[in-house]
């Protein structure tokens, strides 16, 4: 009778080596906002990736200049698309405004985000 357990199974495969995690970790330079600077983002919807510019005022509520092709996925997702901003309390997210007022407005959080200028 075999009394020796396989505990690990398939997991050893995946864990790799030291020297292969020190390869996969990535270390994110922060970059700073300052008024004036011209700033990328980018957010995930159901229907795809967005992507929108916008400079850094004092006000804190940028108005985000979309590509033409997140345009379109956004008036896919909300036919009353009237725009986007920077949520001026907390500024991963990015509120989409509506022609129409509903309780609440759509958000989506900042996945990238770089300092053009």
């Known amino acids: 009778?075999?009394?020796?357990?396989?505990?690990?199974?398939?997991q050893e495969e995946t864990l790799g080596t030291a020297e292969d995690l020190r390869e996969e970790i990535a270390v994110?330079?922060?970059?700073?906002?300052?008024?004036?600077?011209h700033v990328k983002i980018?957010?995930?919807?159901?229907?795809?990736?967005?992507?929108?510019?916008?400079?850094?005022?004092?006000?804190?509520h940028?108005?985000?200049?979309?590509?033409?092709?997140?345009?379109?996925?956004?008036?896919?997702?909300?036919?009353?698309?009237?725009?986007a901003y920077i949520n001026s309390l907390n500024r991963d997210w990015v509120d989409i405004d509506l022609s129409v007022k509903y309780d609440g407005c759509p958000e989506y959080k900042i996945y990238n985000r770089h300092v053009v200028l």
């Open 1 to 10: 009778m075999d009394t020796n357990i396989e505990i690990l199974g398939d």
């Open 28 to 37: 994110e330079v922060v970059q700073h906002e300052v008024v004036g600077s």
């Open 42 to 60: 980018e957010f995930e919807t159901s229907k795809g990736l967005c992507t929108g510019y916008y400079f850094v005022s004092d006000l804190g």
């Open 62 to 83: 940028e108005e985000l200049n979309m590509e033409p092709d997140s345009i379109i996925i956004l008036t896919n997702l909300f036919p009353d698309y009237y725009g």
